[in-house]
Protein backbone atom coordinates (compact mmCIF):
# COMPACT_ATOMS: atom_id res chain seq x y z
CA UNK A 1 0.00 0.00 0.00
CA UNK A 2 1.37 3.39 -1.26
CA UNK A 3 1.76 6.35 1.44
CA UNK A 4 -0.50 9.00 0.19
CA UNK A 5 0.00 12.71 0.13
CA UNK A 6 -3.13 15.01 -0.98
CA UNK A 7 -2.69 18.49 -1.94
CA UNK A 8 -5.59 20.55 -3.51
CA UNK A 9 -6.68 23.93 -3.60
CA UNK A 10 -7.72 26.43 -6.00
CA UNK A 11 -6.16 27.75 -9.36
CA UNK A 12 -3.07 29.12 -9.33
CA UNK A 13 -1.91 28.40 -5.92
CA UNK A 14 1.45 26.72 -6.80
CA UNK A 15 -0.33 22.94 -6.21
CA UNK A 16 1.84 21.78 -8.94
CA UNK A 17 5.39 23.53 -8.41
CA UNK A 18 5.34 22.48 -4.59
CA UNK A 19 3.81 18.86 -5.06
CA UNK A 20 6.84 18.28 -7.51
CA UNK A 21 9.21 19.39 -5.03
CA UNK A 22 7.64 17.57 -1.91
CA UNK A 23 7.58 14.65 -3.99
CA UNK A 24 11.59 15.10 -4.62
CA UNK A 25 11.91 15.91 -1.52
CA UNK A 26 10.64 12.87 -0.30
CA UNK A 27 11.66 10.32 -2.74
CA UNK A 28 7.70 9.60 -3.80
CA UNK A 29 5.89 9.63 -7.31
CA UNK A 30 4.09 13.39 -8.36
CA UNK A 31 0.92 12.97 -10.18
CA UNK A 32 -0.55 15.76 -11.65
CA UNK A 33 -4.12 15.28 -11.75
CA UNK A 34 -4.74 18.26 -13.35
CA UNK A 35 -2.43 17.70 -16.06
CA UNK A 36 -4.77 14.83 -16.85
CA UNK A 37 -7.55 16.75 -17.36
CA UNK A 38 -6.11 18.99 -19.59
CA UNK A 39 -5.02 15.75 -21.46
CA UNK A 40 -8.72 15.12 -21.98
CA UNK A 41 -9.07 18.68 -22.68
CA UNK A 42 -6.73 18.89 -25.45
CA UNK A 43 -8.96 16.13 -27.00
CA UNK A 44 -12.24 17.85 -26.63
CA UNK A 45 -10.69 20.85 -28.43
CA UNK A 46 -9.04 18.91 -30.95
CA UNK A 47 -12.26 17.37 -32.15
CA UNK A 48 -13.37 21.05 -32.32
CA UNK A 49 -15.74 20.85 -29.27
CA UNK A 50 -16.97 23.80 -27.49
CA UNK A 51 -16.80 23.82 -23.39
CA UNK A 52 -20.73 24.27 -23.51
CA UNK A 53 -21.22 20.67 -25.64
CA UNK A 54 -21.84 18.43 -22.95
CA UNK A 55 -22.93 15.30 -25.18
CA UNK A 56 -19.80 15.61 -27.50
CA UNK A 57 -18.02 15.61 -24.76
CA UNK A 58 -19.24 12.75 -23.58
CA UNK A 59 -19.05 10.97 -26.33
CA UNK A 60 -15.08 11.90 -26.90
CA UNK A 61 -14.44 10.32 -23.84
CA UNK A 62 -14.82 6.89 -25.52
CA UNK A 63 -11.89 7.12 -28.19
CA UNK A 64 -9.52 8.82 -25.32
CA UNK A 65 -6.49 7.21 -23.48
CA UNK A 66 -4.38 9.35 -21.14
CA UNK A 67 -1.72 8.30 -19.60
CA UNK A 68 1.19 8.85 -17.43
CA UNK A 69 5.26 8.30 -18.00
CA UNK A 70 8.09 9.79 -16.75
CA UNK A 71 11.41 10.82 -18.62
CA UNK A 72 14.55 12.25 -16.13
CA UNK A 73 12.06 11.97 -13.09
CA UNK A 74 9.85 14.63 -15.20
CA UNK A 75 6.30 13.67 -15.65
CA UNK A 76 4.55 13.10 -18.97
CA UNK A 77 1.26 13.00 -20.37
CA UNK A 78 0.26 11.30 -23.41
CA UNK A 79 -2.63 11.16 -25.38
CA UNK A 80 -3.95 8.09 -27.37
CA UNK A 81 0.00 7.28 -27.27
CA UNK A 82 1.66 11.26 -28.36
CA UNK A 83 2.93 13.43 -25.52
CA UNK A 84 1.11 16.50 -25.11
CA UNK A 85 2.96 17.55 -22.28
CA UNK A 86 4.42 21.06 -23.97
CA UNK A 87 0.81 21.88 -24.57
CA UNK A 88 -0.75 21.48 -21.43
CA UNK A 89 -0.47 25.17 -20.06
CA UNK A 90 -2.67 26.60 -22.70
CA UNK A 91 -5.44 29.20 -21.67
CA UNK A 92 -7.69 27.17 -23.66
CA UNK A 93 -6.87 24.06 -22.63
CA UNK A 94 -7.57 25.12 -18.70
CA UNK A 95 -10.55 26.73 -19.42
CA UNK A 96 -11.73 23.74 -21.31
CA UNK A 97 -10.10 21.01 -18.65
CA UNK A 98 -12.29 23.63 -15.60
CA UNK A 99 -15.51 23.12 -16.92
CA UNK A 100 -15.16 19.49 -18.51
CA UNK A 101 -13.73 18.29 -15.27
CA UNK A 102 -17.23 18.95 -14.17
CA UNK A 103 -18.73 16.05 -16.00
CA UNK A 104 -19.06 13.07 -14.36
CA UNK A 105 -18.06 10.84 -17.21
CA UNK A 106 -14.98 12.87 -17.56
CA UNK A 107 -14.09 12.27 -14.13
CA UNK A 108 -14.80 8.53 -13.92
CA UNK A 109 -12.45 7.87 -16.83
CA UNK A 110 -9.55 9.24 -15.08
CA UNK A 111 -10.71 8.68 -11.16
CA UNK A 112 -9.48 4.43 -11.83
CA UNK A 113 -5.96 5.56 -12.88
CA UNK A 114 -4.98 7.77 -10.15
CA UNK A 115 -6.63 5.90 -7.46
CA UNK A 116 -4.30 2.29 -8.83
CA UNK A 117 -1.18 4.62 -9.09
CA UNK A 118 -1.71 5.75 -5.09
CA UNK A 119 -2.33 1.74 -4.30
CA UNK A 120 1.16 0.76 -6.05
CA UNK A 121 3.18 3.89 -4.99
CA UNK A 122 4.21 6.57 -3.08
CA UNK A 123 2.63 9.12 -4.24
CA UNK A 124 2.27 13.27 -3.84
CA UNK A 125 -1.20 13.77 -5.57
CA UNK A 126 -2.59 17.29 -6.57
CA UNK A 127 -5.78 18.99 -8.25
CA UNK A 128 -9.08 20.06 -6.73
CA UNK A 129 -10.50 17.20 -5.19
CA UNK A 130 -7.94 14.80 -4.13
CA UNK A 131 -8.56 14.90 -0.51
CA UNK A 132 -12.01 14.68 -0.47
CA UNK A 133 -12.96 12.38 -2.85
CA UNK A 134 -9.99 11.03 -5.25
CA UNK A 135 -8.07 9.82 -1.85
CA UNK A 136 -9.77 10.15 0.94
CA UNK A 137 -7.66 8.16 3.29
CA UNK A 138 -4.64 10.11 1.85
CA UNK A 139 -2.18 9.87 4.54
CA UNK A 140 -1.38 13.64 4.60
CA UNK A 141 -3.96 16.37 3.33
CA UNK A 142 -3.14 19.69 2.50
CA UNK A 143 -5.68 22.50 1.26
CA UNK A 144 -2.73 25.23 -0.49
CA UNK A 145 -3.97 28.50 -1.16
CA UNK A 146 -3.34 31.79 -1.89
CA UNK A 147 -4.93 35.08 -2.72
CA UNK A 148 -6.64 35.86 -5.69
CA UNK A 149 -4.40 38.97 -6.62
CA UNK A 150 -0.94 36.59 -5.29
CA UNK A 151 -1.99 34.05 -8.19
CA UNK A 152 -3.02 36.17 -10.66
CA UNK A 153 0.27 37.96 -10.23
CA UNK A 154 2.42 34.98 -10.15
CA UNK A 155 0.23 33.66 -13.25
CA UNK A 156 0.82 37.02 -15.28
CA UNK A 157 4.66 36.75 -14.60
CA UNK A 158 5.01 33.47 -15.36
CA UNK A 159 2.92 34.17 -18.91
CA UNK A 160 5.24 37.52 -19.14
CA UNK A 161 8.92 35.59 -18.51
CA UNK A 162 7.17 33.18 -21.15
CA UNK A 163 7.27 36.00 -24.03
CA UNK A 164 2.89 35.81 -23.93
CA UNK A 165 1.43 39.10 -23.82
CA UNK A 166 -1.34 38.94 -21.38
CA UNK A 167 -3.64 41.45 -19.14
CA UNK A 168 -3.28 41.12 -15.33
CA UNK A 169 -7.42 41.95 -14.88
CA UNK A 170 -8.21 39.73 -17.15
CA UNK A 171 -6.04 36.93 -15.63
CA UNK A 172 -7.45 37.64 -11.83
CA UNK A 173 -11.49 37.43 -13.68
CA UNK A 174 -10.31 34.31 -15.29
CA UNK A 175 -9.14 32.89 -11.85
CA UNK A 176 -12.15 34.15 -9.85
CA UNK A 177 -14.93 32.46 -12.44
CA UNK A 178 -12.62 29.21 -12.45
CA UNK A 179 -12.39 29.50 -8.52
CA UNK A 180 -16.22 29.65 -8.58
CA UNK A 181 -16.93 27.13 -11.38
CA UNK A 182 -14.67 24.69 -9.59
CA UNK A 183 -16.49 25.20 -5.73
CA UNK A 184 -20.10 25.36 -7.08
CA UNK A 185 -20.11 22.05 -9.54
CA UNK A 186 -22.15 19.44 -8.60
CA UNK A 187 -19.76 16.46 -9.00
CA UNK A 188 -16.56 16.81 -6.37
CA UNK A 189 -16.33 20.12 -5.55
CA UNK A 190 -13.27 21.89 -4.70
CA UNK A 191 -13.33 22.40 -0.92
CA UNK A 192 -10.88 21.65 2.04
CA UNK A 193 -10.98 18.42 3.33
CA UNK A 194 -12.22 18.36 7.07
CA UNK A 195 -9.16 16.58 7.96
CA UNK A 196 -6.33 18.94 5.62
CA UNK A 197 -4.18 21.21 7.25
CA UNK A 198 -4.83 24.86 5.71
CA UNK A 199 -1.44 26.09 3.63
CA UNK A 200 -1.75 30.20 2.71
CA UNK A 201 1.58 30.74 0.87
CA UNK A 202 0.27 34.33 -0.31
CA UNK A 203 3.12 35.57 2.10
CA UNK A 204 5.71 32.34 1.77
CA UNK A 205 8.26 31.23 -0.05
CA UNK A 206 8.32 27.99 -1.93
CA UNK A 207 11.23 27.14 0.44
CA UNK A 208 8.95 27.43 3.46
CA UNK A 209 5.33 26.22 1.78
CA UNK A 210 7.70 22.69 0.86
CA UNK A 211 9.26 22.45 4.29
CA UNK A 212 5.64 23.15 6.15
CA UNK A 213 4.40 20.19 4.42
CA UNK A 214 7.27 17.76 4.61
CA UNK A 215 7.02 18.39 8.40
CA UNK A 216 3.78 16.39 8.41
CA UNK A 217 5.06 13.77 6.69
CA UNK A 218 6.78 10.28 7.73
Same mark, same amino acid.
Given at each position: ??? *? #? $?????? &?????TIAKLVAKEKGYIYVDTGAMYRGLAIH???? &??????? =??? #?????? $????????? &??????? *??? *?? +???? /???AVGNMAS??? %? @???? /? $??????? /? *?? $?? =??? @? @???? /?? #? &? +?? @???? %?DVKIYLTASVECRANRRFKELREKGIECNYDEIAQDIQERDTRDMNREIAPLKKADDAVLVDSSDMTIEEVVKAITGLCR
Amino acid at each position: MGY *N #I $AIDGPA &GAGKSTIAKLVAKEKGYIYVDTGAMYRGLAIHFLKK &GIQPDEK =EKI #IDACKD $AEVSIGYED &GAQQIYL *NGE *NI +TSML /REEAVGNMASISS %A @VPEV /R $AKLLDLQ /R *NL $AK =EKD @V @VMDG /RD #I &G +TH @VLPN %ADVKIYLTASVECRANRRFKELREKGIECNYDEIAQDIQERDTRDMNREIAPLKKADDAVLVDSSDMTIEEVVKAITGLCR
